[in-house]
C-alpha cells in the first residue's frame, strides 16, 4: 500500500484486529472521536473489512521496523453539511504520540489523494478542543474553513486542503 521513511499503511488482516480493539477502546484514543467503542463488537466490525480493497478506507498504520500497529489511517467518503467530501482521518496509539507519525502519514495519503484517486479537495472534520490533530491538519495544508453540525449534535472545525498534481511530482 502506502509506505513512507517510517511507516507502511497495510491492508487489513486478521492479526491486526486485537491491536485495532485496544486503539479504538482506549478512552483517551477516541477521546476526540466519539468515544470508546465497545471491545466485544469490535472484533466483528474489523472481521468484515478483511480483504476490502476499495481505495476509499482506513487501513492499519504499521512501524517498518518491527511491524507494530501504531495506528489506523486512511480517506473515506463523507457527507458534511450536505456536501460529498473525502475526509482524511489518523488515529494513533498513546505510546505513537508525539513522534510525528500522524504528519507523516497525512502527508503520504495527501499524495496518495491527488496521484492516485485524482482528489482534489480534502478536508478533516476535527473537534474544537483537539489540538494534537489541529496542528497536523495545518503542518500538512489543511486550512480551517468553518465549524459545522454534525448529525450526533456536536460541533467540529472543519479543515480544508485544496489539492494540485503538481503537489505531489515536487514531493
Not at 491486526?16 to 479504538?24: C, K, N, T, Y
Not at 467503542?37 to 481505495?55: H, I, N, V
Not at 475526509?87 to 497525512?106: H, K, N, P
Not at 484517486?117 to 480534502?122: A, F, P
Request: hydrophobic share 40%; charged share 25%; net charge neutral.
Amino acid at each position: 500500500m502506502l509506505r513512507t521513511r517510517r511507516l507502511e499503511l497495510a491492508v487489513l488482516q486478521s492479526d491486526h484486529i486485537p491491536a485495532l480493539v485496544d486503539l479504538w477502546s482506549d478512552p483517551e484514543v477516541t477521546r476526540y472521536t466519539g468515544g470508546p467503542r465497545d471491545r466485544a463488537t469490535l472484533p466483528a466490525a474489523f472481521q468484515e473489512d478483511l480483504g476490502s480493497d476499495s481505495p476509499f478506507d482506513l487501513w492499519p498504520v504499521l512501524l517498518r521496523s518491527d511491524g507494530t500497529l501504531v495506528g489506523y489511517a486512511g480517506i473515506i467518503p463523507k457527507q458534511i453539511a450536505g456536501r460529498n467530501e473525502h475526509e482524511l482521518i489518523y488515529v494513533f496509539s498513546r505510546a505513537a504520540w508525539g513522534q510525528g507519525f500522524a504528519t507523516e502519514i497525512a502527508k503520504a495519503l495527501i499524495d496518495h489523494a491527488i496521484g492516485k484517486l485524482g482528489l482534489k479537495r480534502l478536508v478533516a472534520l476535527i473537534d474544537p478542543e483537539n489540538n494534537a490533530s489541529a496542528h497536523v491538519a495545518k503542518k500538512t495544508g489543511f486550512v480551517l474553513e468553518r465549524t459545522v453540525d454534525r448529525d450526533d449534535g456536536h460541533k467540529k472545525h472543519l479543515y480544508v486542503r485544496t489539492l494540485a498534481e503538481t503537489e505531489a511530482a515536487a514531493r
